[in-house]
């Protein structure tokens, strides 16, 4: 189903030029990644695709926030530390929403 929906997701990326694009799980980490590096260690951390490449697949710079994927299979929320960083995470979108980065 991903492979299929692809297409779509990329046409909608390219037209609307999100400010910020939020990422739930790890699939869509993979597809959506612009940096080397490991799923944990990217979840609940902005990037700026401008701080990492020179140009993005859909041809202008956003922000990227990897958020773990909600289900309640889901143990990474376990920990408390990775609470905290969601918790911080949630600060920076609330931030971005407001204009405020």
């Known amino acids: 189903m ?3 929906c692809a297409p779509f997701l990329e046409r909608q990326i390219s037209q609307i030029r999100p400010a910020l694009i939020i ?3 790890k699939r869509a980490y993979e597809v959506l990644r612009v940096v080397e590096g490991t799923y944990e260690d990217a979840l609940c951390r902005p990037q700026e695709t401008a701080d990492f490449v020179l140009v993005t697949p859909f041809g202008f710079h956003y922000s990227l926030m990897h958020w ?3 289900s309640g299979l889901n ?7 990775n609470r905290k960083r969601l918790d911080q995470s949630f ?3 609330r931030q971005f929403v407001r204009g405020e980065r």
């Open 2 to 4: 991903a492979k299929n």
């Open 23 to 25: 990422t739930l799980g």
């Open 68 to 70: 773990p994927h909600p």
């Open 75 to 81: 143990r990474w929320l376990n920990e408390p530390a």
């Open 91 to 93: 600060d920076y979108v």
